[in-house]
């Protein structure tokens, strides 16, 4: 039996580990031309930016590439407490880090995809064709049998490979929305928040600071915020965000201005570092758009959708790579069964696409504050994580709790009795020095 992926970037390449040990033949059909080593490329705009592997994701792609964790991290990529590393700052304010036992692993995209690229290629049965753009599904209503393959040189022209299974992890420029219809069902309906946000990057030699800082204190009002974080070799990145008349320059000598505007010493001190040839990358449409393709009144048999093309989040909340994890953990789980049973493709794609309800929620409640339309929950959001952020100085159980519903570890944790009591109580008045 064959299996075709469409796309071999993360959510690709994990799908392929995830099925392997039920086809004889995985096949990843990618359109860029894969770099040899870490280079940029055209597929994967926001590579070089710095990725957080959140703890479900890497406990994920550990099963289903064993190992992998330990080796970015022993090839550099660092791997920190957030609970302790995390220092939030309120306009220059920092509230303290705590020792969580909670995990995460920081390093670029093309740093870490390009390892996984290279353990998925070591794997029986998977191969990985360059240079190949996907045209089109080969099938009906009831079932897709292959795809149409569009190579470049130096076999120009399209041809068709069959497949009993097929995958489309293609990512933000996925066309499965088209090809569905032309197969014959209805049109997908889709959500969109676009809450208009941008960022600009810049890489930094290391320093004495091992902590990540990430100031919050203008996020709720205009959209902006700005981090620094050790990343991957001993290097750091700085990150800005902002949006319409906020939005972060790509000028070093403007950005290092904004830096210090919040005055947050970690922020100071890197701006400090700034020079004229500092470079400065900026990155747009940072949108969230889910389609609903589990809602669909038909489906057809052997076809599913994953990663960026089932739904995309706004990177701004490092929950991407970590979501095409847990999806791939699904598929990995229902593989034997659906392979058996081609009947059960809807159910596990609805089941694939329950795994981005939480992720979704965290990132539109937000976002949507910034639209013509905001979230119902929108108000009820941002009272939520005020008063938690308020508290969090005084309160490690809140600290703990807003961090397991960031990092996708437990969504109810706000919810929970001791959170509540400590976000409606009293707060004690501070002595004054010296009373």
Request: proline share 6%; hydrophobic share 40%.
């Amino acid at each position: 039996m064959r299996a075709v992926v469409i796309g071999a970037s993360v959510a690709g390449l994990l799908a392929a580990a995830a099925i392997r040990h039920v086809f004889d033949e995985v096949v990843l059909l990618e359109r860029d031309i894969l770099p040899v080593g870490e280079e940029l490329r055209p597929g994967v705009p926001q590579a070089g930016s710095c990725h957080f592997l959140l703890y479900p994701g890497a406990a994920a792609m550990d099963e289903l590439v064993p190992g992998f964790v330990d080796l970015i991290v022993r090839d550099g990529a660092r791997h920190v407490n957030i609970g302790e590393t995390l220092i939030l700052s309120r306009d220059g304010v920092s509230i303290p880090g705590r020792r969580m036992g909670m995990p995460v692993t920081l390093a670029s995209r093309n740093f870490l995809e390009t390892r996984l690229r290279a353990r998925v290629r070591e794997m029986a049965g998977i191969t990985i064709r360059d240079g190949a753009t996907v045209t089109g599904l080969v099938g009906d209503t009831r079932r897709v049998v292959g795809v149409s393959v569009a190579a470049g040189t130096p076999d120009p022209g399209t041809a068709t490979l069959t497949a009993d299974l097929v995958i489309d992890a293609g990512g933000r420029t996925s066309r499965s929305a088209r090809w569905l219809t032309e197969l014959g069902h209805p049109a997908v309906r889709e959500r969109v928040v676009d809450s208009g946000q941008s960022y600009a990057t810049a890489w930094l030699p290391a320093s004495s600071r091992e902590t990540i800082t990430y100031e919050i204190g203008r996020l709720a009002v205009s959209g902006t915020a700005a981090a620094v974080a050790p990343i991957q070799n001993g290097l750091r990145q700085v990150l800005v965000f902002g949006r319409a008349e906020h939005r972060p320059s790509t000028d070093p000598v403007e950005l290092a201005d904004r830096l210090r505007e919040y005055g947050c010493p970690a922020l100071t001190e890197a701006a400090d570092e700034f020079t004229e040839d500092t470079p400065v990358h900026g990155y747009a449409k940072l949108i969230n758009r889910r389609r609903l393709y589990h809602r669909m009144r038909s489906w057809p048999q052997r076809y599913l959708i994953v990663g960026d093309a089932l739904c995309m989040f706004n990177p701004t909340y490092g929950q991407g790579m970590s979501v095409a994890a847990r999806e791939a953990l699904v598929l990995h789980r229902r593989i034997d069964r659906l392979a058996a049973n081609p009947a059960r493709t809807r159910a596990v794609q609805r089941r694939i696409a329950r795994e981005t309800d939480y992720p979704w929620l965290v990132a539109t409640a937000q976002d949507a504050r910034f639209t013509e339309h905001p979230s119902v929950l929108g108000p009820l959001v941002d009272t939520l994580v005020g008063r938690t952020t308020d508290r969090l100085a005084d309160n490690p159980h809140l600290h703990r709790a807003l961090l397991q519903v960031y990092e996708l570890r437990l969504p109810t944790a706000l919810t929970h009795p001791t959170a509540w009591h400590a976000l409606l109580r009293r707060r004690s008045p501070r002595r004054s020095p010296g009373a």
